[in-house]
């Protein structure tokens, strides 16, 4: 197990479902520029080469025998995290989008106190990839629901490259949003009084493969998250009456 230069343990968590033209590539890229890194590849039941690939090269991964969506199988890698005793986790895409380089920055603010949960946003320098028009809108508007419900303004709400303290991996062990989970993640972290932080990252273009969020899935997305953000606040604010 890799220890930091400030002494936490980090684990790297790469989600993979169906990422055989990716997952090489992924990894490789982190183990070898970045191995004071730890990291486990969680496959998510992935039908192609995915398995196959993670065991011939001998990476580290947990496999799930069934797809259980990103929500199980980011909150498999938190189980991981937990039980192996890491410090913090960094969650990272297995499609390549997310560039390790900046691994360090999003886990800065973390180590120095000042964050708990650390968000690598495309939207404050504007470098990078930038999503397509109609993801960038649905994003916009989940953020402005999000500034609504919490006076918290986060800019990239979707973003699956994400850091997290201690307090954060024991709670998601225990519980994460199943279905599209990063705004509903941000949503909790915001209510639950700890500090959130976002740090700009440059993210890139898929490599291969292909994307399973399509028109429609992202319109169903965009009601299914409204909604689920809107409960969620509504049942904090009846927790927070019943405490008092």
């Not at 970045?34 to 496999?63: A, C, R, W």
């Not at 973390?110 to 320098?125: K, L, N, T």
């Not at 993210?203 to 997305?221: C, H, L, N, V």
Request: charge should be negative; charged fraction near 25%; glycine fraction near 8%.
């Amino acid at each position: 197990m890799n220890v930091n230069h400030s002494g936490a343990r980090v684990l790297v968590i790469i989600a993979a479902y169906n990422e055989e033209e990716n997952i090489f590539r992924t990894v490789s890229n982190l183990t070898s520029h970045y191995p004071e890194y730890d990291y486990v590849v969680i496959n998510d039941g992935s039908t192609d080469n995915t398995l196959q690939i993670l065991e011939e090269y001998h990476f580290n991964y947990v496999n799930l025998p069934v797809n259980l969506g990103i929500g199980g199988a980011v909150q498999t890698g938190y189980l991981y995290a937990r039980d192996q005793g890491y410090d913090i986790a960094v969650q990272m895409d297995g499609d390549g989008q997310h560039d390790p380089a900046y691994i360090g920055a999003l886990i800065a603010p973390i180590e120095s106190g000042v964050a708990d949960y650390v968000i690598g946003s495309r939207f404050i320098d504007k470098e990078g990839f930038q999503s397509t028009g109609i993801r960038r809108t649905g994003i916009c508007f989940l953020s402005g629901l999000i500034r609504l419900l919490t006076g918290r303004h986060v800019l990239d709400v979707t973003s699956g490259f994400r850091a997290v303290n201690r307090y954060f991996i024991e709670k998601f062990a225990e519980d994460y949003p199943i279905d599209y989970p990063e705004p509903k993640a941000i949503m909790d972290a915001v209510m639950s009084g700890r500090e959130v932080h976002e740090v700009p990252v440059k993210m890139r273009e898929r490599k291969g493969g292909r994307s399973s969020i399509t028109f429609w899935k992202s319109a169903y997305y965009m009601i299914k998250v409204s909604l689920d953000i809107l409960i969620c606040r509504i049942s904090l604010s009846f927790r927070d009456r019943e405490k008092k």
